[in-house]
């Protein structure tokens, strides 16, 4: 499996925009990256995915660095409900394992009004 | 709605009882699975199921099973020999067949043993 690196905390500022990077210098060519977040004693819930070009949709844009070596989440105005960590994961392509992936510790995101 | 239901959301043992934790999903998915969460950290899979009457071992299985013997129903049992069984369980699932689908996930169990 792909390792991620990712920073353990980062803060932002209500209506400001958020960037969560994700190093995952050794994912595979075929392995999709995933976003997922989880709110404080709540299950993970999906955010985002893509494989090489930039995605958008209703809760975030993800940007993928072209050697795909490293990708970022956005968060274009940060709300108080968006206080969570957040978790970059690679996922294989032929997927009948979305569940079997690793999750690493993620990004705890605090956000101050 | 349809959604993955895990109950109960919190539960006290004693230690040396084993408990089960039921986890039901009426989304139609062939997959499921069960991970293990300690405060501060990720997520660490305990089984998996692809298909009825089949479940795989993941990173940490040792002192936990599993049936499944509904496609709705993947309950877990945390067995005695779990030498440290108090975390936060959750249950997640996801749709065979598509290219990359997402999973989605239980709200989770909290389990304290005393």
């Known amino acids: 499996d792909a390792k991620t690196t990712q920073p353990n905390s980062m803060e932002s500022n209500e209506e400001e925009p958020v960037h969560l990077p994700c190093n995952h210098s050794t994912i595979s060519g075929t392995d999709y990256i995933h976003w997922y977040r989880q709110l404080p004693s709540q299950g993970p819930e999906y955010v985002i995915h893509?494989?090489?070009s930039n995605v958008n949709n209703r809760m975030a844009s993800l940007a993928i660095a072209e050697d795909r070596k490293s990708s970022t989440l956005i968060l274009h105005r940060a709300t108080l409900r968006d206080a969570a960590v957040y978790y970059c994961i690679p996922r294989p392509t032929l997927n009948t394992n979305a569940g079997k992936s690793t999750f690493g510790d993620g990004t705890t995101l605090t956000v101050k009004p | 709605d349809g959604g993955i239901t895990q109950s109960p959301k919190y539960l006290f043992r004693k230690e040396g009882q084993n408990v089960t934790l039921s986890c039901e999903q009426n989304?139609?998915?062939?997959?499921m699975y069960w991970y293990r969460q300690d405060p501060g950290q990720g997520l660490r899979l305990i089984y998996y199921s692809q298909i009825v009457n089949d479940f795989q071992k993941g990173d940490i299985a040792e002192g936990y099973s599993v049936s499944r013997e509904k496609k709705e129903s993947f309950p877990l049992t945390v067995t005695s020999a779990q030498k440290n069984p108090t975390a936060f369980y959750l249950c997640?699932?996801?749709?065979?067949?598509?290219?990359?689908?997402?999973?989605?996930f239980g709200q989770g169990t909290r389990l304290t043993v005393v």
């Open positions: 893509g494989l090489t």
């Open positions: 989304l139609n998915h062939d997959a």
């Open positions: 997640a699932s996801s749709p065979p067949g598509k290219v990359n689908t997402e999973a989605f």
